[in-house]
């Protein structure tokens, strides 16, 4: 069981950055792929990117490769979510999650269902 707050959200302009934090609670967060989705009024969750369990791998939605990076700090039961070059249509609100299921050469999990613990999420406005 682990329980996961989200922070950073705020306001941005066209073309700014922000870094969300993502906060676990437990000794076991070393055993979790961790995930990062976004949902925008009238539309489906839809996944950002992932982190492997180590942090070795990282995996992006198309639209977001080049601008985000997600990383994770083990020792601090924590996983971020860098942002840059954001966009108006990015607005939304940016959930982290855990799964138990290991990311692949493939990638990682990017069905919702497939992760098991979610935080309460936090809101991100990009200003055109």
């Known amino acids: 069981q682990v329980q996961l707050v989200e922070s950073g959200g705020g306001l941005v302009q066209t073309g700014g950055s922000l870094r969300l934090s993502c906060a676990a609670s437990?000794?076991?967060?070393?055993?979790?792929?961790m995930g990062w989705f976004r949902q925008a009024p009238g539309k489906e969750r839809e996944f950002v990117g992932g982190?492997?369990?180590?942090?070795?791998?990282?995996y992006y939605a198309g639209g977001v490769k080049g601008r985000f990076t997600i990383s994770r700090d083990n020792a601090k039961n924590t996983v971020y979510l860098q942002m840059n070059s954001l966009k108006p249509e990015e607005t939304a609100v940016y959930y982290c999650?855990?799964?138990?299921?290991?990311?692949?050469?493939?990638?990682?999990?990017?069905?919702?269902?497939?992760?098991?613990?979610w935080g309460q999420g936090t809101q991100v406005t990009v200003s055109s």
């Open positions: 999650a855990a799964s138990s299921i290991a990311c692949s050469g493939y990638g990682c999990p990017i069905r919702s269902i497939l992760y098991g613990y």
């Open positions: 437990g000794r076991t967060f070393g055993t979790y792929t």
């Open positions: 982190i492997s369990r180590s942090g070795d791998f990282t």
